[in-house]
C-alpha cells in the first residue's frame, strides 16, 4: 500500500507540473527539503502531536497537506496554523455514524479503537454525540496501536471475549488500522462470531479485508469512506507505467522489481507473494526487457488494491499545493531560492489582522499587538487591513453599508414621470381636462337653455371651467425633477385658480339667495353686496398678493433633503410654511362662506337645486384638505408631491362633478324639463308655496291691528277671509317678482331675467 501512494502522488505531480504555465525550474524555491510534507494518517499525527499533555504550540513549524488524517483536534488552527488536509474531520465521520445508529433504532452498541491520536480521539467524539442522541455504549476497547506490540494478540482475544460476553450488542463501531481488521475478523470468524460492524473511513474500503477467507461470515459491514473523485487518468497511468522509464525512479524500479520476482506465481497468491518479498532485499535479478514484460503483464495489481477516496483527497492535496505555488509564483519570481521566506507560511500573531472593512479594537490586555476586530458602522468604511479606525462617509453624497470596504454615491430620487404613482395621477388630471372641455362643449351647444342661464350664463360657466382646467393644469408641476420655476409655478398657479373658481362660485350662491329669499331684510343686504365683478376681482385680487408677497420675499425653491441615509430626495422647499399656510387658509375662508351660502339656499325648486350641490361640492373639498393637513406634515421622501397632487385632484373633481354633472345629466337626459315653461311652472309652483306662507303670516299680523275685522261664523264670512288671503297672495308674489326683477337688472342683460 505504501508503495501504491507513493505512485499515486508521483503521478499527481506529473498530472499537476504538465500544466502549461508551469515548468520544473518554476519551482526552485519550493523544493527546498521539508518546507513543505504531503503525508497521510498516522506519521503526521505523530509529527503534530506531542508525545506531551498537548503542547500549545506544535512541534513542526513546517507547512503540513494530509490526506488521510481526520482527527479533529489538527482542526484547532491556534495549536497547528500550518496544518492542513483534503478530508474532513472525525466530527463530521462520527456524526454520521451516530445519526446512522439513531435512525436505525440502536441504542446499545460497543465500540473498539486503536490507542493513539486517532482512535482515542475518535473515541471521545462520538461518545459525546452518543450521549446527545441517547446511545448507550456497551463497553469500549482500545487495542495497541502497532502490530509489533506483543500484547495485540491477546488484546484482540480479549476484546473477542467481550464481545460474546455482551450478548445483546449487535452494533459494533471500528476504528482501526486495516491490519488490526485484519487479524481481528480471521479470530471472530474461528469464533463464529456475527455482528454489524460499522467501519471508519480507514479500513471500509480496504480490499485487503475482502481477502479474508470466509469473510461473510462475521456478518455485515456498513462503512464510511471519501468521496472519490474520476479515476480514469489515473487508471491510464497505471496501464502506461511500464512505459515509463525505472532506473532513476526507485518507487517504480521497486515495483517493477516486485512483480517480475512473483512472475509465476497465481494470482490468489500474488499478494502474498509481493508482501514477503517487500519485507527483505530482492535477490531476484534480471534483464529490463523481461522486467518491463512482467510489469505490464501484472500491473492489474496495483489497479485491484487503489482505493478511490484514498487517491481522490492525494490528488487534492497536490492538487491544492501545486495551484498555491502557481499562484505565488506569479506574484514573486519563483526561480529565486529566497524567494520563499518562513515567516510568509508561519503566523505568530496574538491576533489575527483585521480584513478591509473593519477596524481594530483594543482589548484589555497590556499589548497593543492583541485587540479585536470589529466591523466598520453604517456610512464607514476601512479600506485597508488592521486599520485602527474606520473612516467616515460624507453623509450628505455618499453611504456605506455595515463592513463597507468603500463609499456609495447617494442616488437621486424624485417623483419621476416613470414613476407608476405619477403615471396614474397624470391620467386623472388628463382625464379631468377631458371632462372639462366636453361640458364646455355641451354648454356652448345648449346656449340659450335655462339650465345654462340658471348657471350665471355661458362667461360665467367658461370662467369656471378655465379654473378647473388650470387646476388640472398645476398638477403636472408637481411631477418629475424639480426646478425653480416649476417649484414656483405650481403653488401659485393652484391657488389662484382656486381661488378664482370658488369666487365665481361663492357670486352663484349670493345670487340664488337673493332670487329666492322672501325676508325683506335680507334682500335688502343682499342687493347691497352682491356686486358680482368686483367682488370676484377683489377676491382673487388678494390671493394674487399673497402669492406675490410670497414669491418676492420667500420664494419655494428646490432643496437636496439628504437626511435619508442611502438616498437623496430632490424636492421643492416651499420657502415659507407661513405663506404657504395663508394661501390655502384663505381658500378656506372663501368656501366656508360659500359652503354657508349655498346652505341656506339648499331648499330650491327641484329644477333649481344647484345649491344642494354647490354645498356638497364644498364639502368634498373641506374633508379633502382637512385630512391633507396631517398626511402632508407626516409623509416624508419622493412621495409627498403626489399627496398634494391628489388632495388637489379630490377637491377639483368634487367642485367639478357637483357643480355641472347634474346641469348636463339635465341637458342631455332630461330635455322635457329644461324648457322656459318648465322652469317658470317649477319657480312659481315653489314661489307661491313661500308667498302663500308670507302672506298668511301677513294676514294674521294686520287682523290684530285693523284690517280684518273678526268676521262671523257664518259661511258668508268664512269666503270673505279667504278671498282676503288669495289677495294678499298675489299682492305679495307681484312684489317678489318687481324686487327680484329690479335687483338683477342692474347688473346682468334683460336678456337674463326671464331664468330668475
Not at 162 to 168: L, S, Y
Not at 212 to 238: D, E, Q, W, Y
Not at 490 to 517: D, E, H, N
Not at 548 to 576: D, H, K, M, Q, Y
Request: charged share 15%; proline share 4%.
Amino acid at each position: 500500500m505504501a508503495l501504491l501512494i507513493i505512485l499515486i502522488t508521483c503521478f499527481v505531480i506529473i498530472l499537476a507540473t504538465s500544466h502549461p504555465c508551469q515548468t520544473p525550474d518554476d519551482f526552485v524555491a519550493a523544493t527546498s527539503p521539508g518546507h513543505i510534507i504531503i503525508g497521510g494518517l498516522f506519521a503526521i499525527h505523530e509529527k503534530m502531536l506531542s508525545s506531551e499533555d498537548y503542547p500549545r504550540r506544535p512541534q513542526i513549524q513546517k507547512c503540513v497537506v494530509s490526506y488521510e488524517s481526520t482527527a479533529e483536534i489538527l482542526s484547532d488552527k491556534i495549536r497547528f496554523p500550518s496544518f492542513l488536509r483534503t478530508v474532513p474531520s472525525d466530527f463530521y465521520q462520527t456524526k454520521a455514524m451516530v445519526h446512522l445508529i439513531q435512525k436505525s433504532g440502536w441504542n446499545w452498541i460497543g465500540i473498539i479503537t486503536t490507542d493513539d491520536d486517532y482512535g482515542r480521539l475518535a473515541l471521545n467524539a462520538f461518545a459525546i454525540q452518543t450521549a446527545e442522541k441517547n446511545v448507550c455504549i456497551a463497553f469500549k476497547e482500545v487495542l495497541p496501536a502497532f502490530f509489533s506490540d506483543n500484547t495485540i494478540d491477546i488484546r484482540i482475544n480479549q476484546t473477542l471475549e467481550k464481545i460474546m460476553a455482551e450478548a445483546q450488542v449487535n452494533v459494533i463501531v471500528v476504528f482501526l488500522r486495516q491490519f488490526h481488521v485484519f487479524n481481528l475478523f480471521n479470530k471472530a470468524i474461528e469464533r463464529n462470531i456475527n455482528k454489524i460492524w460499522i467501519a471508519s473511513d480507514n479500513w471500509s474500503t480496504a480490499t485487503k479485508i475482502t481477502t479474508i477467507p470466509n469473510v461473510k461470515k462475521i456478518g455485515k459491514v456498513v462503512g464510511f469512506a471519501f468521496k472519490r473523485g474520476n479515476m480514469s487518468s489515473f487508471h491510464s497511468f497505471l496501464q502506461n507505467l511500464h512505459m515509463f522509464p525505472s532506473d532513476n525512479n526507485k518507487p517504480l524500479h521497486e515495483c517493477a522489481m516486485l512483480l517480475s520476482a512473483c512472475a509465476y506465481v497465481k494470482d490468489s497468491d500474488l499478494s502474498q507473494c509481493i508482501f514477503n518479498h517487500s519485507q527483505g532485499t530482492l535477490p531476484y535479478k534480471a534483464n529490463k526487457e523481461i522486467i518491463k514484460k512482467n510489469f505490464f503483464l501484472r500491473n492489474d495489481f496495483l489497479w485491484d488494491y487503489t482505493e478511490p477516496g484514498l487517491i481522490h483527497s492525494i490528488q487534492l492535496a497536490v492538487f491544492a499545493l501545486g495551484y498555491a505555488i502557481r499562484d505565488l509564483c506569479q506574484a514573486q519570481d519563483c526561480q529565486n531560492p529566497n524567494a520563499f521566506q518562513p515567516w510568509e507560511q508561519i503566523q505568530s500573531k496574538c491576533s489575527p489582522e483585521c480584513s478591509p472593512g473593519q477596524m481594530k479594537k483594543t482589548t484589555r490586555s497590556q499589548h497593543i499587538c492583541c485587540y479585536e476586530c470589529v466591523n466598520c458602522p453604517e456610512n464607514h468604511y476601512s479600506n485597508q487591513t488592521d486599520m485602527d479606525h474606520c473612516l467616515l462617509c460624507n453623509n450628505e453624497t455618499h453611504w456605506a453599508p455595515v463592513r463597507s470596504t468603500t463609499c456609495f454615491e447617494k442616488e437621486v430620487e424624485y417623483l419621476n414621470w416613470n414613476d407608476s404613482l405619477a403615471i396614474l395621477l397624470l391620467a386623472l388630471s388628463l382625464l379631468g381636462i377631458i371632462f372639462v372641455l366636453a361640458i364646455g362643449i355641451i354648454f356652448t351647444r345648449n346656449l340659450n337653455t335655462p339650465v345654462v342661464k340658471s348657471s350665471g350664463g355661458l362667461m360665467v360657466c367658461y370662467v369656471i371651467l378655465l379654473c378647473h382646467f388650470l387646476n388640472f393644469i398645476s398638477t403636472g408641476f408637481f411631477v418629475g425633477e424639480p426646478q425653480d420655476f416649476t417649484c414656483k409655478t405650481r403653488q401659485t398657479l393652484f391657488g389662484v385658480s382656486f381661488t378664482l373658481c370658488i369666487s365665481c362660485i361663492l357670486m352663484k350662491s349670493l345670487k340664488i339667495l337673493l332670487a329666492f329669499s322672501f325676508d325683506p331684510k335680507l334682500q335688502n343686504f343682499l342687493k347691497c353686496l352682491y356686486k358680482p365683478i368686483p367682488i370676484i376681482f377683489t377676491c382673487t385680487g388678494i390671493q394674487v398678493v399673497i402669492c406675490t408677497l410670497w414669491l418676492t420675499f420667500a420664494a419655494p425653491a428646490v432643496e437636496e433633503n439628504v437626511s435619508l441615509p442611502r438616498v437623496i430626495i430632490l424636492e421643492c422647499e416651499e420657502g415659507s410654511i407661513l405663506a404657504f399656510g395663508t394661501m390655502l387658509g384663505y381658500i378656506a375662508i372663501l368656501a366656508f362662506v360659500c359652503f354657508i351660502c349655498a346652505f341656506k339656499g339648499r331648499k330650491l325648486p327641484e329644477n333649481y337645486n344647484e345649491a344642494k350641490f354647490i354645498t356638497f361640492g364644498m364639502l368634498i373639498y373641506f374633508i379633502a384638505w382637512i385630512t391633507f393637513i396631517p398626511i402632508y406634515a407626516t409623509t416624508f421622501g419622493k412621495y409627498l408631491p403626489a399627496v398634494e397632487i391628489i388632495v388637489i385632484l379630490i377637491s377639483n373633481y368634487g367642485i367639478l362633478c357637483c357643480t355641472f354633472f347634474p346641469k348636463c345629466y339635465v341637458i342631455i337626459c332630461k330635455q322635457e324639463t329644461n324648457t322656459k315653461s318648465a322652469f317658470l311652472k317649477t319657480i312659481y309652483s315653489y314661489s307661491s308655496h313661500s308667498v302663500d306662507g308670507l302672506a298668511m303670516s301677513h294676514a294674521s299680523l294686520d287682523s290684530l291691528n285693523s284690517n280684518i275685522t273678526v268676521a262671523n261664523p257664518s259661511s258668508s264670512g268664512k269666503s270673505a277671509t279667504w278671498q282676503k288671503g288669495k289677495d294678499l297672495q298675489a299682492q305679495a308674489f307681484a312684489h317678489l317678482c318687481r324686487v327680484n326683477t329690479t335687483s338683477i337688472s342692474k347688473s346682468f342683460p334683460r336678456k337674463r331675467i326671464s331664468s330668475i
